[in-house]
């Protein structure tokens, strides 16, 4: 099949549009985990970057950036195992996974433990913009992940990560935004916000939160040192497509926001990942 693009890939993935094999055994594949604040999700791709699985569950054993939850996460991780394992007909011996940039050596081994527990022999664990610039192919610009628990950047010059920042603020505080707005409990509140008819509605209560992700970013340029020709968007928070004009309006520059951005990351993951 020939070259498909990021956009291409993350359509694929969304829908499940599979690549199906009689007799995958012989083929060489990739796993990545992500350990998300709202949920964890695990992609299996072929070695040509194409989709063979995905599979995810809500969870809370994240909170900005860092693994709360040890036992839980790992037990949710080996269900999700599991599923690909029968869907690619095949044990998932090896994975990659990420975490928010300059979250520290803490927080990488937390994950690696977690995937470990759940029976993966970890490869590596990156920084997750750095993941997802793989599947943007970016060269040169500024890759914004915003998830759950916080938001981070790493600016590429050349296709080389330069600069990274994190700060704890991500689409969990916008949940405690809406919690407080429409006094509901967080769990009803999270479960509002990932409602896509609902989205305008709610970003009206959740701009100054957005604004403000958009002015860390900006901050985190300024600590770069250099202009930034092109910031790209993902992780599930950047879901609401407003986003794009907030953070146009802020940084003042050109911004692009991928299809499907909550799966950015955990395909990147596995793109990056050891090949077995």
């Known amino acids: 099949m020939s070259k498909i693009t ?29 350990l998300g604040t709202s949920s964890i999700v695990i992609v299996v791709l072929n070695e040509e970057n194409l989709p063979l699985a995905c599979f995810s569950e809500d969870a809370q054993v994240v909170r900005d950036g860092l693994v ?32 928010p940039p300059q979250t520290g050596e803490h927080s990488q081994k937390a994950v690696a433990h977690v995937m470990e527990a759940a029976g993966f022999e970890v ?37 080389e990560q330069v ?9 969990y505080h916008m949940s405690l935004v809406l919690s407080g707005y429409y006094k509901i409990s967080l769990e009803d509140a999270e479960k509002h916000k990932r409602n896509p008819q609902k989205y305008e509605e709610h970003f009206q209560v959740l701009y100054p939160v957005a604004e403000k992700m958009a002015h860390l970013s900006q901050r985190f340029i ?14 599930g928070t950047t879901v609401f497509p407003q986003f794009k004009d907030v953070f146009q309006k802020v940084l003042g520059i050109p911004v692009y926001q991928p299809f499907h951005p909550r799966l950015v990351t955990p395909v990147g993951i596995a793109m990056l990942s050891k090949e077995f």
């Open 6 to 34: 990021g956009d291409q890939l993350l359509e694929a993935v969304y829908r499940q549009e599979i690549e199906q094999k009689k007799n995958m055994t012989k083929d060489k594949i990739k796993v990545g985990v992500d």
């Open 68 to 99: 709360v939850n040890f036992f839980e996460a790992s037990k949710i991780l080996e269900r999700l195992k599991y599923k690909a394992e029968e869907l690619v007909g095949r044990d998932l011996l090896f994975a990659s996974g990420a975490i």
């Open 123 to 159: 490869d590596q664990v990156v920084d997750e913009p750095y993941a997802a610039a793989q599947v943007l192919e970016v060269h040169n610009g500024g890759v914004v992940d915003i998830g759950g628990g916080t938001t981070g950047i790493s600016v590429f010059e050349g296709g």
């Open 163 to 171: 600069f990274s920042a994190d700060e704890a603020t991500g689409g």
């Open 222 to 235: 300024q600590q770069y040192g250099k202009p930034v020709e092109l910031v790209y968007l993902v992780g």
